[in-house]
């Protein structure tokens, strides 16, 4: 072995250490971190929970079982449970659509994918008043047909439909795009229709992906409360989600109450970031495990 094989190990591991950060600098960082951190998500989340338990776990527990909030409760999840079905069958397809073919519009399909990144929530909201209210464009028609869906769970259901849109479509677009159509191509190759090639190769290289995007979709239809402000006429017991119900409870003067409510939707947040870090967790296992079974075995020769 020459002389200059020899050094590049050394210059390597000494080109490394420089270009690490001093002691100071990596503390400091870290350090501006936490503190930010802490004082702008921990501590309002830890308010959150003592507000709501200041009163005792009675008059928790009694706040949480009163009839319209239990109502808040249902119609949320109900509403959690319409959207994000749909919002994910149509991320996988618009995913499929983008990142296997190429197809005029393809630029325009993006685009409207993004559209509710771009606009505001209670523009949102505003947008299905004029096309489906009493005295929008199509109000005069729903209302000859005994259909409402404004002030009404439907409208709340289309709210949340908009802006949980993007959600699985943009975890699964890159994800797809990035591994590309040469598994797809050889499974129809040997003989694959199109089901089981999505079913069998598609779907479990990307179900990481659409798990991250499930969970997202999940907690923005849960925590929404702009667009549905707009469409859903707040009446307490029918129409009124749970962030809806915090504000109300709230604006009532009833802030142990509505911190209580708070503390569920702030449960619901935590559960889903940990189920998010198991998720990442277990992808991380998964990877290396295939990496070391993929991974070629080293035979040293003399040289």
């Not at 523009?123 to 109000?139: E, I, S």
């Not at 404004?150 to 289309?158: A, D, K, R, S, Y």
């Not at 925590?223 to 409870?249: D, H, N, Q, W, Y």
């Not at 290396?288 to 020769?301: K, Y």
């Amino acid at each position: 072995m020459s002389s200059v094989a020899r050094s590049r190990p050394a210059a390597s591991a000494k080109s490394q250490r420089g270009a690490e950060e001093s002691p100071l600098v990596k503390w400091t960082l870290i350090t501006i971190a936490l503190l930010f951190a802490g004082t702008f998500l921990v501590l309002p989340l830890a308010n959150v929970f003592y507000q709501a338990l200041s009163k005792g776990f009675g008059s928790y527990f009694r706040a949480l079982v009163e009839p319209d909030t239990l109502a808040s409760i249902r119609l949320t999840l109900l509403v959690a449970a319409i959207s994000v079905p749909l919002n994910c069958f149509f991320g996988v397809v618009a995913a499929w659509a983008v990142a296997k073919f190429d197809f005029k519009g393809k630029a325009l399909l993006l685009t409207l994918i993004d559209l509710p990144f771009s606009v505001s929530p209670v523009v949102a909201g505003l947008m299905f008043v004029v096309l489906f209210g009493l005295q929008g464009y199509l109000g005069e028609w729903l209302d000859a047909h005994d259909m409402k869906i404004i002030f009404n769970v439907p409208g709340i259901v289309l709210a949340t439909l908009f802006i949980t849109f993007p959600f699985v479509a943009r975890e699964l677009i890159p994800l797809m795009q990035a591994q590309g159509s040469d598994q797809e191509q050889a499974a129809l190759t040997l003989g694959a229709n199109g089901l089981q090639t999505f079913w069998y190769v598609t779907l479990p290289s990307v179900k990481w992906g659409l798990l991250y995007g499930v969970i997202l979709c999940n907690a923005r239809a849960m925590g929404e409360f702009g667009a549905v402000a707009v469409v859903s006429g707040r009446v307490s017991g029918l129409s009124e989600t749970m962030p809806l119900r915090v504000e109300k409870l709230y604006n009532e003067y009833n802030a142990a109450a509505a911190f209580g409510v708070a503390s569920l939707l702030a449960l619901l947040a935590l559960l889903t970031l940990g189920v998010k870090t198991w998720l990442e967790h277990r992808q991380s296992l998964e990877m290396e495990r295939s990496q070391e079974v993929e991974e070629p075995s080293t035979v040293s020769h003399p040289l």
